[in-house]
């Protein structure tokens, strides 16, 4: 069985959000200075759906990552948690596409490698929080697409996901391939030890520029990004509700949350 | 600042070499003549503070890029010790080429490129709020038995930061538990933040995770403001050098910053603490790095760099000088020399131009070997000094020095400072 993992590199979601700023004229985050890109998170759990299917009944997985400037520490982490390949599509092209674009790219790679049972994206990127790679992929190469999965199964050639949906989860069944995009609760990436991340250094991996993958570069497109502010700042006013008893205390703020239209 | 405001440093070095040599004034011997471990042991021009701001040029005349092979090895092979800022100074007084180094690292690791043997230690310190691989919940276990006030709970005018290593090094925990018991004989109102304490971030920043190092300070900064601080004492001197140099260069920072020694010192001259026993003993100190010539503490500046007479360079207003010379030297060793019965003699090298451990910014956790050759360059110098013993102020040179002695089979003892004062009260 093939499976094929798309993975992106984004800035650390954890960093320090006081230290992260806002350049509205260059309309750019600035991440605060020394600070690492991680994998993203959500790529990361469908990384370890496609672990745990090659750990019950084996499987090739092989990662894909597109960009420009990609950091590859970071990314051969992959290899250290047990990804069998890495493919990085990396070219000055390939800096801030937009999703659709992005699974262009992908596809480009995808079809090249030809064999693959199984593709799965995470959710959504922790940066652009936009969630269409996966689809996009899908709706390209024409395949069935199963979005947020938090279970997966595969047997007889079938997919049985589990998917978590606004009031509860759905069971849906997809044949493959299929591409399937992962949500945090099919599990957290397994930690890779010292040893296993050493040895990933050496690992040979591929890299793909744009013209080995036949992506013609003026036909993709960027993201118009009509502008970009800091979040207004917040302010807190605190006041306390005195009353004689609970019941009172709670009837009081009742109105005064009413009175202040905050209900 | 960023290494782009550092052009005056990266293009105008010399290359005169300087910093590979403690200050020529001060040579007494062949031997122990060099003052950089990174050239020392690499033997390769690009692994001195004059190699990394030739490469600096480079980058940022992008000639060459952060992704660069062998880029990772030669920026952070180096203790950031400053060994050679202080060589550097002597001639080039407005230089700063610890600042470069350490503005490169932040760069290399904004790009991603940093020893992949970082990941499970940055993670984990993510997780855990440590820098040992230990777990949180553990972080107070020193203090069993001791009764500290929790200043989680609690409040107190000072705060004894234990620091990474002191928690959970249980070969060291003597240290912070006599802290405690000199602080309570001194009548001190004092607590410690048990397991909740955090890191200080001033090791994971030398490593070039200033990230990290901000959400450390922030955290830090808060708890003691909730806890009714106003002095923080640490036994740490990596801790020491965050707290009095890196938290106001980045923050509004209000808090008295003492280090255990110069605590000490302060008990004795006020008759508070006083030394009964006899420790005969010949011994050396150790300055640790970030309590001496990187202990400095920050001086708040703003200005500007001015071209005067066509070419020469000028900062106004004047720029407060880092060179060494305000780093705590005399303090540690008024300490030992009021105990009765030590005899201090000091090695080759002291003070700003003293050899480093070898521990210093993630050199232990990313390459041990160097880390342990650098700490065996210094036992030699103890040895030559005629000492029994190597004392120190920070429990990252002792660790670093007591491997290296059990590794070499050496007889020299190590001892922080507050091994004896214990043994003298
Ligand atoms: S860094 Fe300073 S001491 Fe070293 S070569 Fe350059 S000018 Fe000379
Ligand atoms: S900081 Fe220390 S190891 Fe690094 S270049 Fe300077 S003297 Fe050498």
Redesign the interface.
């Known amino acids: 069985m093939n499976i094929l993992v798309c993975m992106k590199?984004v800035p650390?979601p954890?960093?320090?959000s006081?230290?992260t700023t806002v350049d509205s004229e260059a309309k750019k985050v600035i991440?605060?200075?020394?600070?690492?890109?991680v994998l993203n998170p959500y790529d990361e759990n469908a990384l370890e759906a496609a672990l745990k299917i090659k750990d019950a009944q084996g499987a090739k997985v092989t990662v894909i990552s597109a960009g420009k400037?990609?950091?590859?520490?970071?990314l051969?982490?992959s290899i250290a948690v047990g990804a069998d390949d890495l493919i990085l599509l990396e070219d000055a092209a390939f800096e801030n596409m937009n999703s659709y674009e992005t699974a262009h790219v992908l596809v480009a790679a995808i079809k090249e490698i030809g064999e693959y049972d199984l593709i799965l994206c995470g959710r959504q990127a922790a940066d652009t929080d936009a969630g269409q790679v996966g689809s996009g992929i899908a709706s390209i190469l024409n395949l069935p697409c199963v979005t947020a999965a938090c279970k997966l199964d595969i047997s007889d050639g079938k997919a049985m996901v589990q998917r978590v949906v606004s009031d509860g989860f759905e069971d849906v069944e997809a044949p493959l391939p299929a591409v399937i995009t992962a949500s945090s609760e099919i599990g957290e990436m397994r930690?890779?030890?010292?040893k296993e991340?050493?040895a990933?250094?050496k690992v040979r991996i591929t890299s793909r520029k744009a013209s080995d993958l036949g992506v013609d570069v003026s036909q993709l497109k960027k993201p118009n990004l009509v502008s970009l502010d800091s979040p207004p700042g917040r302010t807190t006013d605190c006041q306390m509700v005195e009353a004689e008893t609970p019941e009172e205390a709670g009837a009081d703020l009742a109105v005064k949350v009413r009175e202040s239209q905050i209900l | 600042m960023?290494l782009e405001d550092l052009r005056a440093t990266v293009t105008r070095c010399s290359r005169c070499s300087y910093c590979k040599w403690i200050p020529f004034a001060h040579v007494k011997s062949w031997r122990f003549a060099k003052g950089c471990p990174s050239i020392e042991y690499n033997k390769f021009q690009s692994y001195s503070a004059s190699g990394r701001l030739c490469a600096s040029l480079s980058l940022l005349e992008e000639r060459s890029s952060y992704?660069d092979e062998g880029l990772?090895d030669i920026v952070f092979k180096c203790m950031l010790d400053g060994c050679c800022d202080v060589a550097c100074k002597i001639n080039r007084y407005d230089f700063e080429p610890v600042e470069v180094m350490r503005q490169m690292?932040?760069k290399m690791?904004?790009?991603?490129?940093?020893p992949?043997?970082d990941?499970?230690l940055?993670?984990h310190l993510?997780k855990e709020d440590n820098m040992m691989m230990a777990a949180k919940a553990d972080r107070a276990n020193w203090a069993e038995g001791l009764g500290v006030k929790d200043l989680t709970e609690e409040k107190a005018e000072v705060v004894f930061h234990v620091g990474c290593r002191f928690s959970f090094d249980e070969e060291l925990w003597r240290v912070p538990r006599t802290v405690v018991d000199l602080l309570n004989k001194a009548g001190v109102d004092f607590g410690i933040l048990g397991k909740d304490e955090n890191c200080c971030g001033g090791r994971v920043?030398d490593m070039?995770?200033?990230?990290?190092?901000?959400?450390y300070a922030?955290n830090n900064i808060d708890a003691w403001k909730n806890a009714g601080v106003k002095t923080v004492v640490t036994g740490c001197s990596d801790c020491y050098h965050a707290f009095k140099r890196l938290y106001p260069e980045e923050m509004e920072f209000n808090f008295e910053v003492v280090h255990i020694t110069e605590y000490i010192e302060r008990l004795i001259n006020e008759g508070k603490l006083k030394f009964t026993k006899e420790v005969p003993m010949t011994i050396t100190y150790h300055d640790p790095c970030h309590l001496g010539r990187r202990g400095e503490a920050h001086v708040p500046w703003k200005g500007e760099q001015k071209k005067v007479r066509g070419h020469v360079l000028v900062w106004e207003p004047r720029r407060p000088r880092y060179n060494g010379a305000q780093g705590v030297y005399e303090t540690p060793r008024n300490v030992l020399k009021s105990i009765p019965g030590v005899k201090l003699v000091e090695m080759e090298r002291n003070r700003e131009y003293a050899w480093c451990c070898g521990a210093g910014a993630g050199v232990r956790e990313r390459y041990p070997d160097f880390s342990e050759w650098t700490a065996g360059e210094r036992i030699e110098e103890a040895k030559a000094s005629g000492a029994e013993a190597i004392v120190s102020a920070c429990p990252h040179c002792e660790r670093n020095f007591m491997d290296a002695v059990a590794e070499k089979n050496e007889s020299l003892k190590v001892f922080d400072i507050l091994d004896l004062v214990r043994e003298a009260i």
């Open positions: 590199q650390d954890q960093a320090s006081s230290g991440m605060p200075q020394g600070t690492p890109p400037n990609m950091a590859k520490t970071v051969r982490k930690y890779p030890g010292v991340i050493m990933a250094q | 960023a992704f990772v690292r932040f690791i904004d790009n991603g490129c940093y992949p043997q990941m499970p940055i993670d993510k920043c070039g995770y200033r990230g990290e190092f901000i959400k922030e």
